[in-house]
């Protein structure tokens, strides 16, 4: 049983990262089988890093890490992303806001965004 939990879990894994790089046009000149091989390919070198003698030493740096750090740095680069990239961006998203739920985002959300929540999740 937990061996057909682990071929599920990548299975959906791979069929994830698949989908991400034929919708970011990273892999769109390749056919799906050689990506999916790619992909579990880098996998298995990623995974190796776990079967050595230090395995666990990496095992708890990745566990620590990619649950601690890793989403406030997503946060992050989405607020750099929103409000720092182009000025039509943060007013196509603001527009779709008001027009989807009704929420009028002003100058308040414009300046914490901006400057507040990435000062605080960066430090």
Known sequence: MLLCLGIDTQFATVESVITVLTD????RS????????LVCLASYLVGL??????GIY???????YSCAVAPFFVA?????????????????????TD???GVNLG?????????????????
């Open 58 to 64: 990496w095992f708890n740096l990745f566990d620590t």
């Open 99 to 101: 027009e989807w739920t």
């Open 30 to 37: 390749l056919h799906r089988p050689v990506l999916a091989g």
């Open 107 to 123: 100058k308040l959300y414009f300046l914490s965004w901006k400057f507040v929540c990435p000062a605080l999740l960066i430090a």
């Open 76 to 96: 992050a680069m989405e607020c750099v992303g929103l409000m720092w990239t182009k000025a039509s961006t943060w007013e196509s998203f603001r527009r779709r």
């Open 49 to 54: 890093i776990f079967v050595t003698k230090g």
């Open 24 to 27: 970011a046009g990273v892999g």
